[in-house]
């Protein structure tokens, strides 16, 4: 451990990956701060943009998806309705053109 402690810290980057994750986040209602596996989804998001290997990038890209998968499962319920809520809003449009 004598090795880590004189190693410089690496700086994180918030690049595409992160941003991506940011977004569906937001998509999906769910605050990074009030969510442990948000914020760790990030944190990985951050990790894979900042990743100089490809190991470290496979590593935090498995990683994200597993933290991404719990946070879509805890995620509020949206309301999207079925084939005919789409079929009905269509023909009210067409009786209000």
Same mark, same amino acid.
């Not at 595409?16 to 994750?21: D, I, L, M, S």
């Given at each position: 451990?004598?090795?880590?402690?004189? !190693?410089? !810290?690496?700086?994180?980057?918030?690049?595409?990956?992160?941003?991506?994750?940011?977004?569906?986040? *937001?998509?999906?209602?769910?605050?990074?701060?009030?969510?442990?596996?948000?914020?760790? @989804?990030?944190?990985? @998001?951050?990790?894979?943009?900042?990743?100089?290997?490809?190991?470290?990038?496979?590593?935090?890209?498995?990683?994200? %998806?597993?933290?991404?998968?719990?946070?879509? @499962?805890? @995620?509020?319920?949206? *309301?999207?309705?079925? !084939?005919?809520?789409?079929?009905?809003? %269509?023909?009210?449009?067409?009786?209000?053109?």
């Amino acid at each position: 451990m004598e090795g880590r402690a004189n !190693k410089p !810290k690496r700086r994180l980057r918030r690049g595409a990956v992160h941003a991506a994750t940011e977004a569906e986040l *937001e998509q999906l209602g769910v605050d990074a701060g009030t969510s442990a596996p948000a914020a760790t @989804a990030l944190r990985l @998001a951050m990790e894979m943009d900042s990743a100089s290997d490809a190991g470290g990038a496979a590593t935090a890209a498995r990683e994200l %998806r597993q933290s991404m998968a719990v946070v879509r @499962a805890m @995620a509020p319920p949206t *309301e999207q309705g079925d !084939k005919i809520d789409e079929l009905t809003r %269509r023909r009210e449009g067409r009786r209000g053109a």
